[in-house]
């Protein structure tokens, strides 16, 4: 490496011209960057509940839906009547959205001469009491699930907006928010569902990036000049941070690769990681700085001993982040792939773009004069000093450290909610849990069922185990309310018994119909009441029929398929919390198993969705923090040519995990998607380091006792250390200013893992080689 730091030396202008072209290049590519904060897009499409939603959203036409909710104390007048029929009328024309469903346009299924009508509730909005008065009984009395149209308080009317599979929900969602917002009325508007969620995750992403990214570039500014106090040790390492972001994100845009919920935070990252060679580069050619030496043969002198922990440490980093891709989430592998290439890249450029541009400046005398001690130097010889002289107290202090922190493993929590990510005053929170609290839920739970023939939705066994599971699933709590095809057969079947309440069920296999038969009678024909048996199944196809001669074909479009072979039971639920998410589906699906044997079943659903992220997270937490492990073990095996080097890497690593997990369980902070990446970026960073002060200390053994050697050693490479920490620490720090609380809680962890990594570089390693009075 030496020579290649000699041939940038020597010709810095075509390294420096080659940088700069390509950094052209790919800032160029910023402009085909997009966004995809659904976070369900990440999951991987082999895992079955992701192979079911897809599946499911090929044989419905919509799959998500935005609830616009309308609050009124006088809900049931004609000016707010009036408003909701106006609103619906508008919605169901907007080019994204396939069918709205409201309090003015439900269908009522009525009896007739003929057999059975249906027709919309409303043809016009009521204006009178008395059309108000028996709009609200016809609406009370359809015998139709109303749970998310109508408030438990009925203070609310809510409007269920369809949306189209085809498009992208959260385009829609901005189309349907923005005509919402041009709604001139008295009444409270309110509007959630995950597109909805989804489009305010966009919003806050870009919020997050355009604000969190400067925050990070100024306190890099701050921090380089109290530290070096000149112009070249705070340009330097910036423009190296910068070009890295530049190149990363533009290679991103250039594959085509969003920016989600995950990689949201990389440029911060990247930053932040992306600076800490600079810093070591540049505080060794300060310290090395020699009257009559050249500044070019002073940088080919100080990288001539940094080249290796500078490689080392970008390898082992970037492996780090490799790692994330053993979660299997897309988005969280994403973060992994292009922070890696991130970090090689700001390596290459602490390379050769630092030292060209070194090579091209004269050394000034103000510059010179300050090579001598520092105050970091005398206090990083008292420290040193301390650690030898008092390595028992110390080594006493971090084991009582460790028992705590293992301690409050048994508190940390496992818990995925997309809504609680929000701040309590948050627009989207805020409607999000008021509508909640007032109507049956916004988060899906679907129940495919799936007959072996064409018609088996009419067969009344099915239909009677989707209405029994409808009424054990309304039984749980969290669920508002059901929706299926068997609800519909129930009012046929009710409407064409004179609305007799005893027939508001599915018909029997064979039922028992009363008609009139002419007969012949004392050579007469003459009428006469007779009794004769139907079977279920061609009576359930005659109400269908006859709906189908007054209503649309495609009304059952999202409940049932053209041939009634496979159909769903959409159950609301009014929370995404994971763990009571995981109760329900583990009760649903004991139920099913001991109660619904006529046609195969499964779960599917965007709840279904959350629970397959909170798997893959605990799954992902396990292996990306093993991976890592071993990754940073094989490369500094390998750099170092020792076994034993390459488990003393690893020494302060675990010491940064064990503390941070018990961090979160005292801490209150969850486990989730992630908080879930702290633990291998901290690896991936925090090695660094180690690596340093492991580096300095082999090659101070070759001529220096333990003791001497450590002292040495913590002069030599704690002050970079601590600075490359504080930075890093400080530059994730800025991430606990997001809009997200899970952001939030990554950036203070992630800082606190910076900070217990360099204690365990400078404290921990020192004291086990006092002790052991072995070399590295």
């Not at 799959?63 to 029929?85: C, M, N, Q, W, Y």
């Not at 028992?512 to 279920?536: A, C, H, R, S, Y």
């Not at 040519?641 to 020494?651: A, C, D, K, P, Q």
Request: hydrophobic share 50%; aromatic share 10%; charged share 15%.
């Amino acid at each position: 490496m030496i020579r290649y730091t000699k041939h940038v030396v020597k010709h810095p202008w075509i390294y420096i011209l080659v940088i700069l072209t390509l950094t052209t290049f790919f800032s160029y590519q910023l402009k085909n960057i997009h966004t995809d904060p659904d976070i369900t897009s990440s999951l991987p499409k082999n895992i079955p509940s992701k192979l079911l939603y897809d599946r499911m959203n090929k044989i419905f036409p919509s799959r998500d839906f935005i609830l616009i909710a309308v609050e009124s104390e006088k809900l049931f007048s004609a000016p707010v009547i009036g408003t909701i029929f106006s609103l619906t009328e508008q919605l169901e024309n907007i080019p994204d959205v396939y069918s709205v469903m409201s309090p003015t346009n439900i269908k009522v299924i009525r009896g007739n001469d003929e057999g059975m009508e249906v027709q919309s509730i409303l043809e016009s909005p009521p204006q009178s009491d008395r059309e108000l008065s028996a709009y609200k009984f016809t609406l009370y009395h359809s015998d139709l699930p109303i749970e998310n149209i109508i408030s438990k308080d009925t203070t609310m009317a809510g409007i269920m907006v369809f949306l189209k599979n085809t498009i992208k929900p959260e385009d829609a969602a901005a189309e349907v928010m923005k005509f919402t917002q041009k709604i001139q009325t008295d009444a409270h508007i309110y509007i959630t569902g995950k597109p909805i969620l989804s489009l305010y995750l966009g919003r806050g992403m870009a919020r997050d990036m355009g604000l969190l990214f400067p925050m990070v570039l100024a306190l890099i500014v701050i921090i380089l000049l109290l530290s070096f106090r000149n112009a070249r040790g705070v340009l330097l390492p910036l423009s190296v941070v910068l070009i890295s972001v530049l190149w990363t994100i533009g290679l991103m845009a250039f594959l085509g690769v969003p920016i989600s919920h995950s990689t949201n935070m990389l440029p911060i990252l990247l930053a932040s990681i992306a600076v800490a060679d600079g810093i070591h580069i540049l505080n060794h050619y300060f310290n090395h700085l020699k009257s009559g030496m050249s500044s070019a043969e002073t940088i080919v002198y100080v990288m001539g001993e940094l080249n290796a922990p500078v490689i080392i440490t970008s390898v082992t980093t970037a492996f780090g982040f490799l790692a994330l891709n053993a979660s299997n989430i897309g988005s969280v592998g994403d973060l992994g792939i292009f922070t890696a290439a991130g970090v090689i890249f700001a390596m290459i450029f602490s390379l050769t773009f630092i030292p060209a541009v070194l090579a091209l400046l004269p050394i000034p005398k103000r510059m010179a004069a300050q090579s001598g001690s520092r105050r970091m130097n005398k206090l990083a010889a008292a420290y040193a000093s301390f650690v030898v002289n008092k390595k028992n107290a110390l080594a006493v202090g971090i084991v009582f450290i460790i028992v705590l922190s293992i301690f409050g493993f048994s508190r940390i929590k496992l818990e995925n909610n997309s809504i609680s990510n929000f701040p309590k005053s948050h627009p989207a929170r805020l409607d999000y849990e008021h509508i909640n609290r007032h109507f049956a839920g916004t988060t899906f739970l679907s129940i495919m069922v799936e007959g072996d023939s064409s018609g088996a939705l009419k067969e009344p066994a099915v239909l009677s185990q989707m209405s029994a599971l409808e009424r054990y699933l309304k039984s749980q709590k969290h669920v508002g309310g059901t929706l299926s095809l068997a609800d519909f057969i129930k009012r046929m079947n009710k409407v064409m018994h004179a609305d007799n309440p005893v027939f508001d069920r599915i018909p029997e296999e064979v039922t028992e119909q009363q008609g009139i038969d002419w007969v012949e009678q004392n050579g007469k024909w003459v009428e006469k009441k007779v009794t004769f048996k139907v079977p279920g199944r061609e009576l359930i196809a005659q109400y269908l029929q006859l709906y189908e001669m007054s209503g649309k074909p495609d009304d059952f479009a999202n409940l049932v398929d053209y041939d009634y072979r496979n159909g769903r039971i959409n159950a609301f639920l009014d929370t995404e919390s994971s763990n009571t998410l995981r109760a329900l589906d583990r009760k649903t699906r004991s139920w099913i198993k001991a109660h619904f044997n006529s046609a195969k079943v499964e779960l599917s659903g965007t709840s279904e969705l959350f629970l397959a992220i909170n798997d893959l997270v605990v799954e992902g937490q396990f292996y990306s923090i093993l991976v890592s492990l071993i990754l940073v073990i094989l490369v500094t095996w390998l750099l170092f040519r020792s076994l034993s080097t390459g488990l003393l890497n690893v020494i302060p690593l675990l010491f940064a995990m064990i503390f941070n997990f018990g961090f979160m369980g005292w801490a209150g902070i969850h486990l989730n998607i992630v908080t879930m990446l702290t633990s291998s970026i901290a690896i991936g960073v925090g090695v660094d380091y180690a690596v340093h002060l492991i580096h300095r200390y082999k090659i101070l053994r070759a001529s220096l006792n333990v003791e001497e050697s450590v002292l040495q050693a913590l002069q030599d490479a704690g002050v970079p250390i601590l600075l490359n920490a504080i930075t890093v620490g400080l530059g994730f720090a800025i991430l606990a200013f997001s809009i997200f609380t899970g952001v939030e809680n990554m950036g203070i962890l992630i800082s606190i893992a910076m900070l217990t990594s360099c204690f365990g570089a400078i404290a921990i390693l020192p004291v086990l080689f006092l002790t052991f009075k072995k070399g590295a």
